[in-house]
């Protein structure tokens, strides 16, 4: 009886000895760190499973056998040998743990996971190493933590001003750039609340109250402030505030931020400012003008009344630009610009809408258009009589000359800025032909009516010479002794609906569309090739052909005239290219260039309508010119104008002097061919006195079959 109690009790004390060691495995297992517990050797006498689960391992696992993914950096560059690590730790012992933080790389997914090792060898009751400790911690929420604090921390000392108040409002953490921009110490914010640093220094666009609801029902506030730290300053800003709550709605924080934009502002404001002002002068730009005329037809219409536009346009500016530089311009441009606002009201708005024009947009609301008219035409001659002055720019005294086109608006119901500023503009046009001392043109509606007309002749013009509707004619030229020296190539449109079209006109159309450039190239090949034809039987036959100068200014001028020279076989020497003195005005050294590159071909110059510009006489020394053509509005008054007749004699003394042939085209009477003829033996003669311009076969039977006039 006594073995079997004996018996039953070991085996209650074996069982209970299981049951405490599955107690301790379990408790062992459950701890949230991995733990290994090592041999001297480094194998594994324990292991809980946060370790094999942490490391990847199981029991069989030796450090210096398997090597595991650890790192020394996040991005697994620098490797980290723990066998190596804990060889160390064996071979010097210490009381306290010795702990390092590295990184374990995933080798499925790459992830890398934070671990702080920390290990301690122990030893037995004789100071021998027993066991090796490795204690395995995951540091994955403290790193994550520890960064998240990082970034508040670097967000919070941002360059934004920041701060944090207590549930009570008090400022309990403000950061530098708050503490710079408030202007207030860090003493005196401590003992301030969020709402009386608010009413001290910022400008709400509505009231507290809202502030306060919003903030209550949303947790969060934000609008543009305006912040005023001093009496003299003021910055503009995005004011942003964060109500930190629990889940109760315990208010535990407010954390408020403020974003300075008082430069984005300003950068704005000068955008702006770029898109509807004029860089050199500060008026309104053309994009601002056609918004006040908008608003100002709205108003019109609202109110049946009227107002008016006024168009201004600098005559001469373009020369002032030439001769004296874009600087000077400029500043002869700033002057305009300080009288025109001296002599308008206040309400009245201006603007430069081109290079040297500017627009006048009054403010009246006259019932009647009777009245707009007469109120517009006082201040329009108001401005002609204070611009048609001297001033003085750089030391030069500048003449301004202004022509005004005036349009009293609205008028038509789909009147726009747009098409007044057209009216306006072709009113100006018109002023140009006025010989009174104000050039003010006030619109008419038959204006638009001209302008259709021209873009109808502009339309049919492309196509005209390909259609035989132009046809050149020839104005015969005459020496000494009424011998026929040559002609003048002139060209004529005979259109199919209209007739006869005049020079003046379809030539200034081509002109402004730039048709000149294939008219005249046409023009020049039918003349070169007619002046082939007549001089194989008259060697010295000359042919004068007009060069417009849009056409002698395009870049490849040089190049089309040598192109026809050559596919038409006609010798330059019986050419004569007659150029106007106003070629000289623009680009001058480039005119002087191409006259000197003609004259080598062999071509000889002319200059017509000579002492009707504007250029230097300086520049005549330059050029390699063979002839001046007399203009036919100096002829028409000789003999009985004085001052047409000096003209004339200054002219030819300076032919003379240069050894120049003289043209003087216009002959029409005896007194003038006599006059002429008494100026100098060896004047060619051209005018209605002899010939009127007549087609190529009229010319021939005229003149070439005539031996008497070789």
């Not at 039953?8 to 991995?34: A, M, P, Y």
């Not at 743990?97 to 374990?104: A, F, K, Q, R």
């Not at 506030?221 to 001093?230: A, F, G, Q």
């Not at 002139?490 to 569309?513: C, D, T």
Request: with cysteine; hydrophobic share 40%.
């Amino acid at each position: 009886m006594g073995a079997n109690n004996q018996l039953t009790k070991l085996e209650k004390t074996v069982q209970r000895l299981r049951e405490e060691r599955q107690n301790k495995r379990e408790i062992f297992n459950s701890i949230h760190d991995g733990i290994i517990v090592f041999k001297s050797s480094l194998t594994i006498q324990t292991i809980n499973s946060p370790a094999k689960t942490l490391l990847q391992i199981d029991d069989d696992f030796h450090p210096e056998k398997c090597p595991l993914a650890l790192y020394k950096n996040k991005k697994a560059t620098i490797s980290f040998k723990l066998d190596k690590w804990l060889n160390t730790i064996k071979e010097t012992p210490s009381s306290e743990s010795t702990e390092i933080l590295v990184w374990y790389s995933d080798p499925t997914t790459l992830q890398t996971t934070p671990l702080l090792l920390s290990a301690k060898a122990m030893l037995n009751k004789k100071g021998r190493l027993k066991n090796v400790l490795l204690v395995i911690y995951d540091r994955t929420v403290h790193t994550q933590a520890d960064e998240q604090k990082r970034l508040m921390l670097a967000a919070f000392e941002s360059y934004n001003a920041q701060f944090i108040s207590n549930e009570k409002g008090y400022i309990i953490k403000p950061n530098d750039s708050f503490i710079a921009i408030s202007g207030l110490t860090k003493d005196v914010l401590k003992k301030m609340t969020l709402m009386e640093w608010i009413e001290r220094q910022v400008f709400l666009k509505n009231d507290t109250v809202g502030l306060l609801k919003t903030l209550l029902e949303q947790r969060f506030w934000s609008s543009e402030v305006e912040l005023h730290p001093t009496k003299e300053t003021t910055f503009h800003a995005i004011l942003s505030i964060s109500m930190v709550a629990d889940k109760e709605y315990n208010i535990e924080h407010y954390i408020v931020n403020i974003q300075n934009i008082t430069d984005l502002k300003e950068a704005h404001r000068k955008i702006e400012h770029m898109a509807f002002y004029d860089g050199l002068t500060g008026l309104a730009n053309r994009k601002l003008a056609i918004e006040y005329i908008n608003s100002t037809i709205k108003n019109h219409r609202r109110h049946k009344s009227y107002s008016a536009l006024l168009y201004i346009n600098l005559d001469r500016f373009k020369s002032i630009n030439d001769a004296f530089g874009r600087r000077t311009g400029d500043r002869f441009l700033i002057k305009i610009a300080k009288v025109l606002r001296g002599i308008l009201r206040e309400e009245d708005n201006i603007a430069r809408v081109g290079g040297d024009e500017f627009v006048v947009v009054t403010q009246d609301r006259e019932t009647n258009s009777e009245q707009a008219t007469r109120n517009a035409l006082k201040l329009a001659n108001k401005i002609s009589n204070a611009l048609n002055h001297h001033f003085l720019v750089d030391e030069l005294t500048l003449h301004s000359s202004v022509r005004i086109g005036v349009i009293i608006y609205p008028g038509e119901n789909n009147d726009t800025a747009e098409n007044i500023l057209v009216k306006a503009d072709l009113a100006v046009t018109k002023a140009k032909n006025i010989k009174k001392k104000y050039k003010v043109f006030i619109y008419d509606p038959v204006l638009s009516e001209e302008v259709k007309s021209c873009r109808q002749l502009e339309s049919d013009l492309i196509h005209a010479y390909e259609r035989g509707e132009i046809e050149l004619h020839f104005q015969a030229q005459m020496g000494a002794g009424h011998e026929l020296h040559g002609a003048e190539t002139l060209a004529r449109w005979k259109h199919p609906i209209l007739g006869f079209v005049s020079p003046e006109r379809f030539i200034r159309i081509a002109e402004e569309s730039r048709q000149i450039l294939k008219l005249g190239a046409w023009i020049m090949h039918q003349a070169f090739v007619q002046a082939k034809s007549w001089t194989v039987s008259r060697p010295n036959f000359n042919l004068a052909i007009n060069i417009s100068p849009i056409q002698f200014h395009d870049a490849d001028f040089i190049e089309t005239v040598i192109y026809i020279m050559i596919e038409t076989k006609v010798n330059p020497q019986n050419i004569t290219l007659e150029l106007t003195e106003g070629i000289l005005i623009s680009d001058t050294e480039s005119a002087v260039e191409k006259i000197a590159r003609l004259a080598e071909l062999g071509f000889k110059i002319s200059i017509d309508d000579f002492g009707t510009g504007y250029s230097s006489l300086s520049y005549f020394q330059r050029l390699p010119i063979h002839e001046l053509k007399i203009d036919k509005s100096f002829i028409a008054r000789v003999p009985n104008s004085k001052e047409d007749v000096a003209i004339i004699e200054s002219i030819v003394h300076l032919a003379k002097t240069k050894e120049l042939l003289i043209v003087a085209e216009g002959i029409e009477t005896q007194d003038q061919l006599e006059f002429i003829q008494q100026q100098a033996t060896n004047i060619i003669i051209q005018g209605y006195f002899f010939s009127k311009p007549c087609p190529a076969r009229e010319f021939e039977a005229c003149f070439l079959q005539n031996k008497s006039n070789i």
